[in-house]
């Protein structure tokens, strides 16, 4: 479906334009919006706004290598599909689509487990680099079961998202009236996620062999506790603003998060990431990888597969073009000597990335 003429897209503005066109009005509030006032999407991108490039010249960048590794493995960019839930509202095949473009273009997916078609299929759909993410809706012998199947079936390692002990109100949801059928499913057994303390990623870490990811790490304290239990990766992130509203960006409490790590955890973020130059600033200040949520499903929803991949090839171009401007050639020459605070050019909103679009959607 969808599929025929994706490389025509020239800019990831038309890319978005296109999703609006395409996606219903009911899933698409369900993609762009957050949590009550929607200050912490609007604080993601300030974030990333709030940061400007100091470019160094003269440096031979005729070579530049973008790729980078995502444990241990070789991966085309250091961007990974962020977990989504209720993708198959977006995209015919929900997540083995999202596998689908992972495994084309070449950069891992984390799949959500409230993400139909399931961990099974959704594995059998594409050889692909990928991770698990849990929804804790059961006690401890019910998250066992996950890990062995995410071990079964080729995930490379587990995640709990943990800024969700309770489900933020979405008012573009509630307003709409959009009714998420995998909500229900969700709500059942939600007293798990709230009761989760660090007692669970103890009992983890002294279990399983399966690295393990904490995903929602927003302040400095929440890092090094990590740490000290052992974590692989800390994932910062404010669930897209989707979760907690007034939380700070991303990207502003990222240097201190990495600071605090110690280069004992790898450390990943998500937050607001549209373009290729907000990519370069979270690696420019130490991030591993970057998630993207909202773009990979605008890819998805303009042209499904093919609209995916293209909206990776598009970030890719973006990315390498900022490197070579930026004067380095690959990702381990960049420096928070890069990067400079700045006031934001434009008012940071949703869509404030694509300023060409002609209406903010
Ligand atoms: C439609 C949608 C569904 C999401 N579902 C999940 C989910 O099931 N599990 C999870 O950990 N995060 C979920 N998230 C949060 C993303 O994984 C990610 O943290 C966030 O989208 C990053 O911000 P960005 O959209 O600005 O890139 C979802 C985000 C969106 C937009």
């Not at 009005?25 to 949590?35: F, H, Q």
């Not at 993601?44 to 100091?54: K, P």
């Not at 299929?121 to 993410?133: G, S, W």
């Not at 955890?265 to 600033?281: I, N, Q």
Request: charged share 20%; proline share 6%.
């Amino acid at each position: 479906m969808n599929a025929p003429h994706a490389e025509e897209f020239l800019t990831l503005t038309e890319i978005v334009a296109a999703a609006r066109r395409k996606v219903a009005p009911g899933p698409w509030s369900y993609l762009v919006g957050g949590a009550e006032t929607e200050t912490t999407v609007r604080r993601n991108r300030m974030a990333l706004d709030s940061l400007a490039f100091r470019p160094r010249v003269l440096r031979d960048v005729s070579k530049i290598d973008s790729t980078s590794t995502f444990l241990g493995t070789k991966v085309r960019l250091p961007v990974m599909l962020a977990p989504i839930g209720g993708l198959e509202s977006i995209v015919e095949g929900g997540a083995a689509s999202a596998a689908r473009g992972s495994a084309q273009f070449g950069v891992p997916q984390m799949l959500s487990s409230v993400c139909q078609p399931g961990l099974e299929q959704t594995a059998a759909a594409a050889d692909n680099l990928r991770v698990f993410q849990l929804y804790v809706r059961g006690d401890d012998a019910w998250t066992d079961d996950f890990v062995r199947r995410a071990k079964d079936n080729g995930f490379r390692a587990f995640c709990f998202t943990v800024d969700v002990a309770a489900y933020s109100r979405r008012e573009r949801d509630i307003v709409g009236r959009f009714i998420k059928p995998w909500r229900a499913r969700a709500i059942e057994g939600a007293a798990f996620q709230a009761g989760l303390s660090w007692d669970q990623v103890k009992r983890y870490k002294d279990k399983h062999d399966l690295p393990l990811i904490l995903k929602g790490i927003a302040t400095v304290e929440d890092a090094e506790i990590a740490v000290q239990h052992g974590v692989d990766v800390v994932y910062v992130s404010n669930h897209g603003g989707r979760q907690l509203d007034h939380g700070l960006g991303s990207t502003a409490v990222l240097p201190e998060i990495i600071k605090a790590v110690k280069g004992k955890a790898e450390v990943w973020v998500d937050g607001g990431y549209l373009r290729g130059s907000d990519v370069v600033k979270a690696l420019a200040l130490g991030a591993k990888t970057v998630g993207i949520g909202r773009l990979a499903c605008l890819g998805l929803g303009a042209a499904g597969v093919p609209g995916l991949v293209r909206t990776l090839e598009l970030l890719e171009d973006e990315i390498r073009i900022c490197l070579g401007l930026l004067g380095v050639t690959s990702y381990a020459e960049l420096t928070p000597q890069h990067l400079a605070p700045a006031p934001p050019a434009n008012l940071p909103d949703t869509f404030s990335a694509f300023p060409l679009l002609p209406t903010q959607p």
